[in-house]
């Protein structure tokens, strides 16, 4: 086998063979998941940290020590098996890719919310309250299908543009390391008053590395839609969200479905107001989820080929 056979294959099969797995499984409740584990020692390091004095710098270790740490454990991971197979190593990549994208779950998710609502609105907000932060105990079955889609928009650059922009970069080990700083995010990058402090590295960190990923996302988006007016309408809204890159895919759905986002919210019994994105204040339908959809498929498949290729090119 050639030198360059083998570098595209070493590059490019663990990514497609971690996405197919993806695409075919999900994150089935059966199979123990990584961030899982993630979660467990976040939470276990907030109880023992978040008290007392230097609050922010006890949040900012915490944060740098684990994504650190990920990254280190699967770089070395890795490094190991190349040594006795690089079967082996292409084996552990495959796998951390696999548990790394989230495309297929929230999809799935979103689905059985809109199938909820057919049944009732307490079945909806029981459905929503599984991939949403916010409070839906008081939400409408408008609200509740505006949720969803808007964390399917937000998803599609967390769950998946993010994670394999870090691939294409750093491999396997930047990929896992972003998941962790995710996950960090969605448990203490809240701007409440217990998070506030402990909470504003993770929430800096994560700002970082999906400042590119998030923009891309919209790219993406607009340019599948075959919609390139579209780039004005992100423009004039993406700004205006609270977070710097959680505007930039969710106005690029908004503009493709011609809907409305954002508006108040009640995270952990506080109110939160969020800017709207978009002035159309319809009622989402079924076959806008199913548009939603059908794009963030799209999406997912031209970010894996373009993953692969790049990658492909900075590691050959």
Known sequence: MSDSMFALITAVCPLCLGWIADRILGDPEWLPHPVAGFGRV??????????????VVKGGLLALVLVGLSFLSVYFALRWLGAINAGLAAGLSSVIVFYCLAGKTLITEVKEVFAALDSSVEEGRRQVGRIVGRD???????????????????????GVVAPLFWYMLLGAPGMFAYKMVNTLDSMIGYKTERCRLFGRWAARIDDVANFIPARLTAAFMILLSGRPSLFCFVRRYARSHASPNAGYPESAL?????????????????????PYIGDNPKTLTRRDMETAVALNRSVELAAVATTAVLHYILTA
């Open 42 to 55: 976040i939470a276990w390091g907030e109880e023992q940290l978040n008290r007392g004095r230097l609050r």
């Open 136 to 158: 839906v105990s008081a939400l409408d079955a408008r609200q509740i299908r505006t949720a969803a889609l808007e964390t399917l928009s937000e998803n599609l650059s967390d």
């Open 254 to 274: 908004a503009g493709v479905l011609d809907c409305r986002f954002g508006g108040p919210s009640s995270y952990f019994g506080e109110l939160v107001c969020k």
